[in-house]
């Protein structure tokens, strides 16, 4: 019933990215691990440019745009199958102009913004000449939007922004940030806010501090972000007044699930090294790789990777065939399911490295200094298990008496009935 194949001609693409990322992009880690979303100096320059140029040749800049934003439209089945490469390395993400928050506030200018605004915010981000912030959470609200207190009051044509906002990723590198802020208290709770495109070095932007986090992006940081009766023209708004919940969705949808591809790369590298690992270790007359215990965490890891990677490429291949609106609960399912399984695989491939997996020496303490973090950004594991349980259950009906309606009392003498029992 589902067919997660490829054309031969884009499978010549995913070999052709397979061996870049492992020849090209991986090495940085090694060197330049941690500067990949900081602003590239000279000496950074003359090695990251001419593999984005490699990468635009091939057709691979920027593929997560659908055809109707400017995109190549590959599509999320085949955007699964590059990012499950993509997600090796995190300068892999920026290489391939997909990286994450830019690639949701691209996304959101696409569909929401004016050609002015397109011409001014959209193109170089797309280009890979800046970098974005989304600034949504507060220090006192996150995870319940109707409680954000961040204002936007009009003054003349324009705005005055005035509030502050919590862990906006990359705002310290960002030529400019997406700010959620209330034009309407009065309004439906859903309808009070609107979103605005805001200029990093607009006067009033004072960024308090950059957030530290285990592991996670310590270097352009999640940033504590004071605006101080920011002055901003009509053409700073994007989409309509009282619009920012609905442009919100639009952006988690999209940005959750391509996340979520990205999980499958990063868990399937912590296997590898487990599996690696245990072949070669020696310990109690044998390899780890003989002793059961190790087995199990080999088979619990390697069934958990299969069960997630197939939930992601169905889920993809749903939102081909409808949208990422229709493929709501499947996207939360891929955003719970991600956090559980990065954080087992990787704690197992750490643990089985014994004292190396917790040292600096192997990338697996960082990575499991981030499983942490999985369950909270985009919005945390218990309102994404809430929202696929309402949805669900909505699919249901009471029964109508105290047994499952399957075997009430009445069906059960239908059944003696009709077998003349
Ligand atoms: C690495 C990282 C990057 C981030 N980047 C950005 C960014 O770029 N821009 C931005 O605006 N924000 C960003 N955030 C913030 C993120 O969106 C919020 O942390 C998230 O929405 C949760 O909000 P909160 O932290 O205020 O938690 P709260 O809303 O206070 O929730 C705290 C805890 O309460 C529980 N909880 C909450 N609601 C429910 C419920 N309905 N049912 C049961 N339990 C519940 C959960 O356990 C949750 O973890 C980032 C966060 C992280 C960790």
């Not at 170089?124 to 800046?130: F, K, R, S, T, V």
């Not at 006192?140 to 906006?168: M, Q």
């Not at 996340?259 to 780890?288: I, N, P, W």
Request: with cysteine; hydrophobic share 40%.
């Amino acid at each position: 019933m589902w067919d997660f194949s490829t054309e031969p001609e884009f499978q010549a693409k995913l070999d052709w990215m397979d061996a870049f990322i492992r020849d090209e992009v991986e090495p940085l880690d090694l060197v330049y691990g941690g500067k990949a979303y900081e602003p590239l100096g000279d000496e950074l320059r003359g090695i990251v440019e001419p593999l984005k140029a490699r990468v635009r040749e091939q057709g691979l800049w920027a593929c997560h745009l659908g055809p109707e934003l400017g995109g190549q439209g590959y599509g999320q089945l085949k955007l699964a199958l590059m990012n499950e490469l993509i997600g090796r390395s995190p300068w892999a993400s920026v290489i391939f102009g997909c990286q994450a928050p830019d690639t949701g506030n691209a996304e959101i200018i696409a569909m929401y913004g004016t050609e002015e605004q397109k011409a001014r915010y959209l193109k170089p981000l797309l280009d890979g000449e800046c970098f974005s912030g989304f600034s949504m959470t507060e220090p006192h609200a996150g995870s319940d939007p109707r409680l954000f207190r961040t204002r936007a009051v009009r003054d003349g044509d324009g705005w005055v922004i005035s509030g502050e906002k919590y862990f906006t990723s990359n705002a310290s590198n960002a030529a400019f940030l997406i700010v959620m802020a209330v034009t309407d208290p009065d309004a439906h709770p859903y309808q009070r806010m609107s979103m605005f495109l805001v200029p990093a070095d607009t006067p009033g932007v004072e960024i308090l501090r950059n957030v530290s986090t285990m592991g996670h992006r310590g270097d352009g940081g999640h940033a504590h972000i004071r605006y101080n009766d920011v002055a901003v023209g009509p053409d700073a708004l994007l989409g309509e007044v009282g619009g920012a919940f609905a442009i919100s969705q639009a952006r988690l949808g999209g940005g959750r699930i391509h996340h979520a591809m990205r999980t499958v790369a990063a868990v399937k590298k912590a296997f590898d090294m487990m599996c690696e690992r245990a072949l070669s270790r020696e310990t109690h007359d044998g390899t780890l790789a003989g002793k059961q215990l190790v087995q199990a965490a080999i088979a619990d890891s390697y069934l958990q990777i299969q069960q997630f990677r197939l939930l992601i490429l169905h889920t993809a291949w749903l939102i081909d065939r409808s949208s990422t609106k229709e493929a709501r609960t499947q996207i939360a399912a891929c955003k719970v399911a991600a956090a559980r399984v990065f954080h087992d695989v990787v704690y197992r491939a750490m643990h089985i490295h014994g004292a190396l997996g917790v040292s600096g020496d192997t990338p697996l303490a960082r990575l499991w200094q981030a499983a942490p973090l999985m369950g909270i950004m985009d919005g945390p594991t218990e309102v994404h298990q809430a929202s696929i349980a309402r949805r669900v259950l909505r699919g249901y009906e009471p029964s109508p008496g105290p047994w499952p309606t399957e075997y009430l009392p009445d069906k059960i003498a239908a059944a003696r009935e009709k077998y003349g029992v």
